[in-house]
C-alpha cells in the first residue's frame, strides 16, 4: 500500500485497443471458429485483420511506451491525484456528491502489511481503502491442468512496500452455473461455496454484459424461506454491479463500463444494500435511475494517439501490455482521480490498484468480470 507514482518516474501509456489491421484482444474462451467468422465480417466491410498467433489469449499487441516526458506546465501527478476524495450521501440533494477530504499519510505501514491470520484477511478485504493511498495488488492466473483453460483460477496477491506479497483472494467460475458464476474465497485451496472462507461471489446475466459482485451472506429466497419475518438482516449484501455496453466485435472503439457501488456514510464506512426483491438491485436502480445512496463511476476514456494510431491510457508504469481488458475507474466530476486500475504485464499476470471508496473484493470482482466471456461486447 503506498501512493501514487513518483514525479520522477516513467510514464507509460499503454494501447488499450489495437486498430484494425493489427492483433485483435479476443477472450479467453475464443476457438477458432470464432476467429473465423470475425475475419469474414471484417472482408465484407473491405477491412483486414491480423490475428496473432498466441493460441492460448490472442493480446499479443505490441506495448506503445510514452516518449514524450510529463509538460513541465502540468503538475507532477496530472494523471494520478494525490489527494482522496470523500464519496458522502448528501441527504438534503438526494443525491451523492465527492467532496474534497484531507488525505491521510501516503504509504502508511498500517493496513495490509500487518495482516497475520485469515479472519484479518477477510476483514480487509471487505474495509474500503484508507483516504490518501493507494493498495497495490497482482492478479495471477493459473489456466494449469485437465479443465483450467476454461475454468482458470486467479490469485490476488497485494503487493507490500518492502517488496513481499500478501495472499488476499482466489476466484474461480462455477462449471455448472447457467451463467457466469464465481466463487471468491481467502482460502486458495478452498473454493467451494460452503467452505469457511468464502467471502463472496459474481455472478453475470446470460450474456455476460451485467454483473453483480455479493458478499459471504445467504441469498434473499434462503433467507426468507428460513426465516418467518422479513428481516434482512441475514441476507447477503450486493457490494458492487458492472455493466459493459453492447459493443459487438468492437466497432464502436473500447470497452464502456459503468460501476455501481453502494453509497458512503460521513465517516466513510460503506452503506450496507441488501435488495429487498429482483426489481431493487443495484443494476434495476441503476436501470430506473434511482440513484439514491448509490456512486456511479465509469471508465477513463482512452485517447486516441495518432502516431501509434491507437487508443492509449497511461497506467505510470503498472501496466505493459495491451489489451482490451486495461481500464481505469473514475467517477465523471474528477477524472484524473484514478479508483481503481487493472491490466495486463505479462500473459497470465495482471496488476490491480485501488483507492477509497473501494475495497479489495469489489475491485477483484470488477477485474473477474473483465476475463470473463462477453458475448455481445467482443
Known sequence: MTDGASPDAPTTTVQVLPVVGQTSD????????????????????????????????????PII??????????????????????????????????????????GSSEGPNSLGNGAAVERFVLEPAKEGTLVKCRISRDRKGMDRGL??????????????????L????????????????????????????????????????????????????????????????????????????????GFKGPRKMTVILPGMTADHQRVDFRASSESDSLIERWKTKNMDQLIELCNKTPVWNE???????????????ASVKNFQIVH?????????????????????????????LQAFGIALSSFDSKLACE
Open 307 to 321: 502516431d501509434t494510431q491507437s487508443y492509449v491510457l497511461n497506467f505510470h508504469g503498472r501496466v505493459t501490455q
Open 151 to 168: 475454468f482458470p483460477t486467479y490469485f490476488l496477491h497485494m503487493e507490500r512496500d518492502d517488496g513481499k506479497k500478501i495472499f488476499l
Open 26 to 61: 479476443f477472450t479467453d474462451d475464443e476457438d477458432d471458429t470464432t476467429t473465423s467468422e470475425t475475419e469474414r465480417k471484417l472482408a465484407g466491410l473491405h477491412l483486414k485483420s491480423f490475428v496473432d498467433g498466441d493460441e492460448e489469449d490472442q493480446e499479443s499487441t
Open 65 to 106: 511506451p510514452s516518449t514524450s516526458p510529463v509538460s513541465p506546465d502540468e503538475p507532477p501527478h496530472a494523471v494520478v491525484l494525490p489527494q482522496a476524495h470523500a464519496f458522502s450521501i448528501t441527504q438534503q440533494q438526494d443525491q451523492q456528491s465527492i467532496r474534497p477530504s484531507s488525505a491521510d499519510s501516503m
Open 332 to 360: 465523471e466530476s474528477d477524472t484524473e482521480y484514478i479508483i481503481m486500475q487493472f491490466g495486463r504485464v505479462a500473459e497470465d499476470v495482471f496488476t490491480m490498484d485501488y483507492r477509497y471508496p473501494m475495497c479489495a
Open 170 to 249: 482466489a476466484g474461480r467460475k462455477r462449471k455448472k452455473s447457467a451463467t457466469s458464476n464465481y466463487l471468491i474465497s481467502a482460502d486458495p485451496t478452498d473454493l467451494s461455496r460452503g467452505g469457511e472462507s468464502f467471502c463472496g461471489k459474481l455472478r453475470s446475466n446470460l450474456l455476460g454484459t451485467q454483473f453483480t459482485i455479493y458478499d459471504g451472506g445467504e441469498g434473499r429466497k434462503k433467507t426468507l424461506s428460513s426465516s418467518t419475518t422479513t428481516d434482512k438482516q441475514g441476507s447477503r449484501q450486493e457490494l458492487c454491479a458492472v455493466i459493459y455496453e453492447t459493443n459487438v466485435l
